[in-house]
């Protein structure tokens, strides 16, 4: 069974600071793909980053990048330069490549508060 | 650019009243996910559809649930006798099958049952 797990329920950074989110997981599928969303509070789960299990390099998007150790099972997100509109709920989530269902197991959740 | 929609965004109904929510999907998304959210909570995988073929349930999913996509396009999602249990957020996301399957999200209906 895949599992994601999000220890952090909040955290907060100052404005214009970097911040690591973590994830863990769990899995026995030799081909996934780990997502990063951010939800803030109008509903919407926005796509933020992807990794894929084989991916030599770690994925970058702009502010965004994730910190993949495979021998550790983590995905941590970090955001770099914080923005006071980061603020909101970010959840780590796993697809299984193997399967070819599209299905993601999400996390529980990290709030997160950017101060001015 | 037209992302994912559904309709209603808010749904107040009372015990044991049957609802109805619908999703529109990207338009050339073959694939669509219908997730749960309760508060606090990371959303919880319902059902999904590749085209109008329903593949999967979660044991979740109720016979009070029940889903469809009928022409492979729009979709809906009907509770029948409705109890304050299903208070939570309705998710509605689409994709296109392939090696990196993102998941576009629509902004979700939120259920109230009284």
């Known amino acids: 069974a895949q599992k994601i797990t999000q220890t952090q329920p909040g955290m907060f950074v100052q404005e214009k600071e970097a911040v690591t989110l973590d994830c863990t997981y769990d899995?026995?599928?030799?081909?996934?793909?780990l997502f990063w969303y951010k939800q803030p509070s109008s509903g919407e789960m926005i796509f933020l980053i992807y990794?894929?299990?084989?991916?030599?390099q770690n994925a970058t998007e702009g502010r965004y990048s994730l910190n993949f150790q495979k021998a550790r099972k983590s995905a941590n997100l970090v955001i770099s330069a914080s923005q006071l509109g980061d603020s909101a709920m970010y959840f780590c989530?796993?697809?299984?490549?193997?399967?070819?269902?599209?299905?993601?197991?999400f996390g529980q959740g990290t709030t997160l508060q950017v101060k001015p | 650019d037209t992302g994912v929609s559904q309709d209603p965004r808010h749904k107040i109904t009372k015990r044991g009243q049957n609802v109805t929510f619908r999703c529109d999907p990207i338009?050339?998304?073959?694939?669509l996910y219908w997730y749960r959210q309760t508060l606090g909570q990371g959303p919880e995988f319902l059902t999904y559809?590749?085209?109008?073929?329903?593949?999967?349930k979660s044991r979740l999913l109720s016979d009070r649930f029940s889903a469809e996509r009928p022409k492979g396009s729009f979709s809906t999602l009907e509770i029948q006798r409705t109890e304050q249990g299903d208070s939570a957020m309705y998710l509605c996301?689409?994709?296109?099958?392939?090696?990196?399957?993102?998941?576009?999200f629509g902004s979700g209906t939120q259920l109230s049952v009284l």
């Open positions: 899995t026995s599928d030799p081909s996934y793909g």
């Open positions: 338009s050339e998304h073959n694939r």
């Open positions: 990794q894929g299990s084989y991916d030599q």
């Open positions: 559809f590749q085209n109008e073929a329903q593949l999967e």
């Open positions: 996301a689409s994709s296109w099958t392939g090696v990196n399957e993102k998941l576009f």
């Open positions: 989530a796993m697809i299984s490549l193997s399967s070819n269902t599209g299905k993601l197991i």
